[in-house]
C-alpha cells in the first residue's frame, strides 16, 4: 500500500518528488445542498476514493458560494482532492451526485533553494484553558496578525521558513459540522525551499487540524 513515505522520493537531500493526482469535481445543485453537512461531505469523499489502495488520510479543498454577513460558508460548489492514487468517480458520476470530474497526474522535483508561492485553506488553531478547569481546548485565532505568525511558524517548521510579512490571510469562514464550529482562512505565501523532503510531505498529507473538513490541502507554485 502507498504511503506518504513511499511516495516522498528523496533523491540527494537537495530534491525530492510530489507524486500525486488531482481531481476536480464539480457537485450537482442536489449534492451541493445535501453537502452542506460537512460530515457527510467528508464520508462521500472517503467513499469515492474507497477503490484505491488506501490513504493515510484524505485531503481535499471545498471551493463554495460566497459567505454571507457573518461569514458563515455558502454552499459547496467544488471539491478539490489530492490523492496518490488514480481515483474513479464513476459511481459519483451515474448517482448524479457529480456533474463533471476532472482527474490529473501531477509530478514534481522541487529543489532546495528555491522560492515557491503557498496557497491554500487552513484552520489556525491554538490552545487556551479552560475557564471552568479541565482540559485545554482549541480555539480559532482571531486577528490576522496572529494568523501570519501562525502560518509562518508551521511552514518554517515544513522545511519552507518565511516571516510573516510574507503571509496574507483572507477573512474566516465559519462552518458548523453537527454543534462544532469549523473556522477556516485562505492563506497565500511566499517561502524559500530548505527541506524539499518535509515540503512534499507538506503538500501530501496537509496543514494544521480539521483536514476531515477540507482544510490543510495547499498547492506550491515555484517563484521566477
Not at 511516495?7 to 453537502?35: N, Y
Request: hydrophobic share 40%; proline share 5%; charged share 25%.
Amino acid at each position: 500500500m502507498d504511503t506518504v513515505s513511499e511516495r516522498v522520493s528523496a533523491l540527494d537531500g537537495r530534491m525530492a518528488v510530489a507524486d500525486f493526482w488531482h481531481s476536480e469535481l464539480t457537485l450537482s445543485a442536489a449534492w451541493s445542498a445535501a453537502c452542506g453537512d460537512a460530515y457527510l461531505m467528508h464520508h462521500t469523499v472517503r467513499e469515492g476514493l474507497a477503490s484505491g489502495p488506501g490513504e493515510e488520510r484524505v485531503l481535499y479543498r471545498v471551493e463554495r458560494a460566497p459567505s454571507d454577513s457573518w461569514g458563515v460558508a455558502g454552499l459547496p460548489l467544488r471539491l478539490l482532492v489530492r490523492s496518490l492514487f488514480r481515483p474513479n468517480w464513476d459511481a459519483w458520476l451515474a448517482a448524479e451526485k457529480l456533474t463533471r470530474a476532472v482527474v490529473h497526474h501531477e509530478k514534481r522535483t522541487w529543489h532546495a533553494g528555491s522560492r515557491i508561492r503557498l496557497e491554500g485553506a487552513a484552520s489556525p488553531l491554538v490552545a487556551r484553558n479552560c475557564p471552568t478547569g479541565g482540559r485545554l481546548r482549541r480555539e480559532p485565532l482571531r486577528s490576522a496578525e496572529e494568523c501570519r505568525e501562525w502560518m509562518a511558524e508551521r511552514l518554517t517548521r515544513a522545511g519552507c521558513p518565511c516571516s510573516p510579512g510574507s503571509v496574507t490571510v483572507a477573512s474566516p469562514t465559519r462552518t458548523h459540522q453537527r454543534g462544532h464550529l469549523v473556522v477556516t482562512r485562505d492563506f497565500t505565501a511566499v517561502a524559500d525551499v530548505v527541506q524539499p523532503n518535509d515540503l512534499v510531505t507538506l503538500l501530501t498529507a496537509g496543514l494544521g487540524r480539521n483536514r476531515a473538513w477540507g482544510a490543510g490541502m495547499f498547492t506550491a507554485h515555484p517563484v521566477a
